[in-house]
């Protein structure tokens, strides 16, 4: 692990900020800490950064635990660089924001220009190096602060929020070109997002904050297709969640039996994505042992897709499918309309 953090507690005045907070960051992944607003995120990642201090709980960085202050601090956080969500852009040209970090090291001229000139095309801002800062736009500030940062070559690269505020173009590009230097330089990059998608698109691990506490951590696949609680599921975007009494290998929803693969008693909720639920015309005969017939209720287009809300024994299932699916079915509300879906692609929790 580059990074762990172990019962990580810090109090603003009387707020409780993080309440025992326990991460574990692998060397040379694309780490994303996601959570709501106010979780407490920001404050987690100045602490990962070495520019704050927790009252209680130990930091490691790459297996060592870091004192409290002295040049031993001082060197580890040398090799951590953080971006700021909203970086500040010293006065001058964007080559010389870039250097500065560079030039309080001591590292030659000559180097500088080579490092200043190559990063300047990673992050696509090549003919900006004499560009004074001041006229850049809000996309162009982010990625002259991510040039910042990477400049100085870290092991581990902190980003705070960097696509808040953009627009949809600016941000596709950012991310974009992250997960692409992330992939070139293999840099250990820890980033924070309240935006699930945002995530999705460069993490390769990552973790959900809620109130000062991880809710869970693991794969973003995990993450997305197994959550751990009701909170995770609405978080990561699941829908069709459904409290629910276990008997066995069955859920039963008021009275609609629905079929899963864990062998579980008691209650609790169950999500079912509505991208795993075929629509057909006529019953099938197939090997998945969720099968029903419903009748639909609503069609809503969803972006570039449509949601199908179908009634199902008192029960009203969201189903996802595209507009050439949709053409295709030629439904309407008030149309019957035939259902299945495999048994392992429903979560409990």
């Known amino acids: 692990m580059i990074l762990q953090m172990k019962n990580i507690r810090l109090k603003r005045e009387k707020n409780r900020i993080l309440n025992g907070v326990s991460l574990d960051v692998p060397e ?189 951590s693991g794969s973003m696949d995990d993450i997305l297709f197994k959550p751990d609680n009701h909170f995770m599921a609405s978080f990561t975007g699941v829908r069709n969640i459904f409290p629910a009494e276990f008997q066995g290998f069955k859920a039963r929803i008021r009275e609609l039996s629905i079929a899963h693969a864990e062998d579980r008693h008691g209650h609790g909720f169950l999500a079912i994505p509505p991208e795993v639920i075929v629509l057909s015309l006529s019953p099938k005969i197939t090997s998945e042992r969720n099968r029903f017939t419903g009748v639909v209720k609503s069609i809503e287009r969803n972006g570039t897709n449509w949601d199908i809300v179908v009634e199902v024994a008192g029960v009203s299932l969201i189903v996802a499918i595209t507009t050439g699916a949709l053409n295709e079915l030629f439904i309407t509300p008030g149309s019957t309309i035939h259902l299945s879906f495999k048994a392992s692609a429903v979560h409990l929790f």
């Open 28 to 216: 040379g992944c694309f780490f994303v800490l996601m959570g709501p607003t106010g979780c407490g995120k920001t404050t987690l990642l100045r602490l990962a950064g070495l520019l704050d201090r927790p009252d209680s709980g130990k930091i490691l960085f790459k297996g060592t635990s870091l004192p409290r202050k002295g040049k031993n601090l001082l060197q580890t956080r040398r090799r951590i660089a953080t971006m700021f969500q909203s970086p500040v852009m010293f006065r001058g040209t964007v080559s010389s924001n870039i250097a500065w970090g560079l030039k309080i090291r001591g590292i030659p001229k000559t180097e500088i220009i080579r490092r200043v000139e190559q990063i300047l095309g990673f992050v696509g801002l090549d003919g900006f190096a004499g560009r004074y800062a001041s006229t850049l736009s809000g996309g162009e500030k982010r990625r002259a602060a991510l040039a910042r940062a990477l400049v100085l070559e870290p092991e581990l690269l902190i980003l705070d929020e960097p696509t808040t505020s953009l627009d949809p173009a600016f941000k596709r590009d950012l991310l974009g070109r992250m997960k692409e230097i992330h992939a070139r330089t293999g840099t250990t990059f820890l980033m924070a997002t309240h935006d699930f998608t945002d995530a999705l698109a460069v993490g390769t691990v990552g973790a959900v904050m809620r109130d000062g506490l991880i809710e869970q």
